[in-house]
């Protein structure tokens, strides 16, 4: 049987089934199709299948030409019916792993997902986790479901965890030339993945256990948050003491070996770095292991925002105004430059904290339209188109996410006073404040 599935993974005759078609699981499924395999998509969203099934792309960065051609070779389908999971040979888990309102770990969308799946698994069918989260998700919530089935894991049927390292709006790594780490639940379902990921990306790294895998992504995006903490508390330092931060990092970035540079800003965002280090913080406890670092990363990147608030509060007070009453635009939304999602970002919660205090709130950003409603905010604005008169109408404008399309020069010379968190105007200018 896993002769069989190799040989048809190798040929391209496997069909390929990508659960969850998100940031994640879109970009991999395009990488299919574009590899020669037949794709089918499965997601819980309506809409999104009938965009796909038309041909059309819902996010921003992904050129809908390619979401086009794909659909066009007659490769690719979407579907909610989770009944056709028995027609493909590869199931691809890309469903979200956000946090609990008590950081815990919530892996519904994990369990749900497979719980669907499982009366259509049969033998022959390799199941690969990308979803991020914890070591030992892999082996404690799906072997054991897929188990229950009746299939005996590396003989009849396969079971790997690879984590995916997508970075939204970078030109530079796509997926094909991003390397794939691969482990497996068993030595035959190791040899399975990589036949899978070799078909589609230039390398695959395997590894020894899927617990391997799974702590890897997190040492990766942990890597990430204590370092950016880390360099927020600098900046704060460097405030007080008359220095510039940017210009700081930039000199020791001269240094070729032994620094990596990381950019201060007005805290986490995203699905990966503010979440995903609290899911070793929470399964570390089981094992009596307190996780310091991570928290202490944590502590001050979430207090990033707060910080922002009290430069905007300082910087209206010098110029005789308050934040109840000033008309404050956020300039960017969106948790990172040049992409559509605003998940977790920085932005949302300078906006809330903002309007708490009295502020008249805006944001422009042409990467969202429209404020999409979140679990805990709900703004009913739309992004409103920059120039210099509705500029000569703000107090204040608190760039938060330093998108390329923005006109800096005429946003400069037309608005009283900028709080720059994204260090864009690195000059002295007498209505920039960095923050
Ligand atoms: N976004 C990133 O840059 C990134 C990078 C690396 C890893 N990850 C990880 O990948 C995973 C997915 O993240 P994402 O950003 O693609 O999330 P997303 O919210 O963009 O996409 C998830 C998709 O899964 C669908 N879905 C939810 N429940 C489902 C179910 N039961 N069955 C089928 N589909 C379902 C949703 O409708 C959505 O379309 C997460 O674990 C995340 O941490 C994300």
Redesign the pocket.
């Known amino acids: 049987m896993q002769d069989q599935l190799i040989k048809s993974i190798k040929f391209q005759e496997a069909m390929i089934g990508i ?8 970009p991999l499924m395009l990488r299919f199709v574009e590899s020669g395999f037949q794709v089918l998509g ?4 309506s809409n ?1 299948i009938d965009q796909l099934n038309c041909g059309e792309t819902y ?1 921003k960065h992904i050129d809908p030409k390619r979401i086009k051609s794909a659909w066009e070779t007659g490769k690719f389908e979407a579907t ?1 019916d ?1 009944s056709y999971a028995q027609k493909v040979d590869v199931l691809i ?6 946090l609990g309102i008590h950081n815990e770990p919530d892996l519904s ?2 369990i ?2 497979v719980n ?1 799946l499982i009366p259509y698994f049969r033998p022959g069918q390799i199941v690969s986790l ?4 914890y070591p030992g998700t892999t082996d404690e919530e799906v072997l054991s479901r897929i188990e229950s089935r009746g299939f005996t894991i590396g003989k009849d049927f396969f079971l790997v965890y690879s ?6 709006g970078n030109y530079n790594f796509n997926t094909a030339n991003t390397p794939k780490i691969v482990g497996g639940a068993t030595s035959s379902c190791l040899e399975v993945g990589l036949a899978l990921y070799n078909s589609i990306v230039d390398r695959v790294v395997p590894v020894s256990s899927t617990k391997v895998a799974e702590m890897s ?1 997190l040492l990766e ?1 942990i890597y990430r948050a204590v370092n950016i903490g880390l360099v927020n508390e600098l900046k704060m330092v460097c405030d007080r003491m008359d220095i510039n931060i940017w210009e700081v990092i930039e000199a020791a970035a001269t240094k070729p070996f032994g620094f990596t540079p990381f950019y201060p800003g007005p805290g986490l965002g ?3 770095i503010p ?2 280090p609290f899911y070793l913080t929470w399964k570390a406890r089981e094992y009596n292991v307190d996780t310091r670092f991570i928290e202490l990363a944590g502590e001050i990147n979430t207090a990033m925002p707060q910080w922002v608030v009290d430069k905007v509060t300082e910087a209206l007070n010098e110029r005789g105004k308050s934040v109840k009453g000033s008309r404050i635009l956020l300039l960017g939304i969106a948790y990172k430059k040049n992409i559509d ?1 605003s ?1 977790e970002s920085p932005a949302v919660e300078l906006m809330d904290i903002l309007q708490k205090k009295g502020a008249i709130i805006s944001y422009a950003d042409p990467y969202i339209p429209v404020f999409p409603k979140k679990r805990r905010y709900d703004f009913n604005l739309s992004s409103v188109d920059i120039n210099a008169e509705v500029l000569s109408q703000i107090d204040c404008i608190v760039l938060a996410t330093d998108h390329d399309v923005f006109d800096y020069e005429m946003i400069l010379n037309k608005s009283d006073l900028i709080i720059d968190t994204r260090g864009r105007y690195r000059g002295c200018f007498s209505n920039v404040v960095n923050a």
Do not use: M, Q, W
């Open positions: 659960v969850g078609l998100g940031y994640v699981g879109l499965f997601d819980i969203d999104k996010i909610n989770f888990i890309c469903v979200p792993t956000p969308f994990i749900n997902t669907a990308e979803s991020t989260t984590p995916e390292r997508e970075d939204p992504k995006n995203g699905h990966c979440i995903d999602d998940r």
